[in-house]
């Protein structure tokens, strides 16, 4: 099956640059193309596509309302396309905002080629794409930035679930098995499934259904939430140091849970 972009951006010769790399490959198609803001959601409601890539700097519409718009008021047939929102390496408002907004992930505009394929791939796919120094600057400045202080949008920044709040949330951790642990610390990373299939040993599909529990047990909704929950919690270091305390008694006492095996 062909991935169908569309690419929004102001610079035409950042698009062109972006049409070369997509339509290289044979699984990825570049279907149309926008320079702001209104045209990026009225081309994604003819266009259909499976995945958008936004750039958030552009005249008018900014690609954070863009992506917001594309995303909430999907007026279908089927599911709204995944955004991808690109930016440069320096991080800012526009990027918290667009995670808010419901962007699928982040992309810097220096990726390699590859890279980039393989992140649009990815959303396409349904998973949530993060560059690693992207998650690292995004959870630095995020934890540091009370939430009401950013923009109001459906998707919630805060790690926090919607209910019972942070408490609920860190305790959650304690219902995780030692395997999903070590699945959430590489989440934080950055890593897609792929990769934490690599290095885990494990197989996509399995890394995919973990990741879904994890998000399910702790109450969140992307893994950017659970990023950020897994520092604030100092979840971040060596994989096969990743339990809590009351999760390894936890952990202990499951005779038998499949955690124990790849």
């Known amino acids: 099956m062909t991935v169908r972009v569309l690419l929004a951006d102001d610079q035409e010769m950042v698009r062109t640059a972006l049409r070369l790399v997509i339509d290289r490959r044979e699984d990825l198609s570049v279907v149309g193309e926008s320079a702001d803001g209104e045209q990026a959601v009225a081309r994604a409601i003819e266009l259909q596509p499976d995945v958008v890539l936004m750039d958030v700097r552009m005249p008018g519409m900014t690609g954070v309302e863009a992506t917001r718009r594309i995303v909430t008021n999907w007026p279908g047939p089927g599911e709204a396309p995944r955004v991808l929102v690109l930016t440069t390496f320096d991080l800012d408002e526009y990027v918290h905002a667009a995670l808010r907004a419901g962007a699928a992930g982040f992309l810097l505009k220096n990726s390699p080629p590859d890279q980039l394929a393989q992140a649009i791939r990815a959303a396409a796919g349904g998973e949530a794409v993060l560059a690693p120094s992207v ?46 642990l070590q699945v959430l610390v590489l989440v934080a990373r950055g890593m897609s499934n792929a990769q934490i299939a690599t290095a885990l040993g494990l197989s996509e599909g399995n890394v995919k259904s973990r990741v879904n529990r994890i998000l399910t047990r702790l109450g969140l909704e992307n893994r950017v939430q659970a990023a950020l929950l897994a520092h604030q919690a100092g979840l971040t270091g060596d994989i096969r140091m990743a339990t809590t305390p009351s999760s390894q008694q936890a952990v202990a006492g499951r005779t038998g849970d499949q955690s124990t095996s790849p």
Do not use: M, Q, Y
Not at 140 to 158: F, G, I, K, Q, R
């Open 135 to 180: 998650t690292r600057r995004l959870i630095d400045t995020v934890t540091a930035l009370p939430v009401a202080l950013l923009p109001n949008a459906p998707v919630h920044l805060d790690p926090a679930p919607r209910e019972g709040g942070p408490e609920k949330a860190l305790d959650g951790l304690n219902a995780l098995t030692e395997r999903e």
